[in-house]
């Protein structure tokens, strides 16, 4: 009896007031283990979800056409190269519309009725210079019936001039009501009349009278200077026939490559350089 072990009255009342205790303990436990269960699970939800949409993206990536820059275009196929080839025959086309290389002009030479023109001459004018076309048409340049004969001697002349920004409006209503009156514009339908636009007013001016007039000669005058008409005409005379002619300063020193700066050239390269 002496060898068993025995409690004290104290140790079993501290005993029996433990053991409620430990309940609350197991429940915390409990609800503890399935809250790190719920957030790992959604971790693990929240990894599989990234990681798919991660995959699609990566496909949709993968199937999408590349987009290229339009540099990269030109670079791919050789189009700057191309650009200035096509303005070469151009050039070259132009040139063979002025010897008469054209259908209609082939089928005018090929008629006796019709005669080749000794020159078209485009005066240069704005919307704003009305004023300018009246000095002219009471100086050098003849109007109404006057025009007529000299056009019946070979010589044709016109106000060049293009369309407003703004088609349709103030601007280019005036210049129709004016030349129902004079019938003395040649208005360039598809190019814009802006002082930016000038380098590209004779293009179009030179290519469509070609296609226009059948001449020996094309001549640019601006509005602000006056002409001694029958020396013109004497002068061109002169040279009627002559291949390949070409009377005046075609250019003088560097054209101007600088954007901002006046007389920009956007298309400066196909000028050459100082040594061309």
Known sequence: MDGLPTTTKAERRWRSKNLPTSKPSLVMAFFSCVAWLYVAGRLWQDAENRTLLANLLRRNIEQRPKVLTLEDKLMVFGCKDL????VEVEMDLTLAKSQGYLKHQLRQSESSSEQKLLAVIGVYTGFGSHLKRNTFRGSWMPRGDALKKLEERGVVIRFVIGRSA????????NIDEENRKTKDFFILEDHEEAQEELPKK???FFS??????????YVKVDDNIGIDLEGLIGLLEHRRGQDSAYIGCMKSGGVVSVEGRT???PEWWKFGDEKS
């Open 83 to 86: 650009e200035r080839r096509i």
């Open 166 to 173: 703004n088609r349709g409006d103030s601007l280019d209503r």
């Open 202 to 204: 004779v293009k179009f």
């Open 208 to 217: 469509t009278a070609v296609q226009n007039w059948d001449a020996e000669f």
């Open 263 to 265: 007389w920009y050239e």
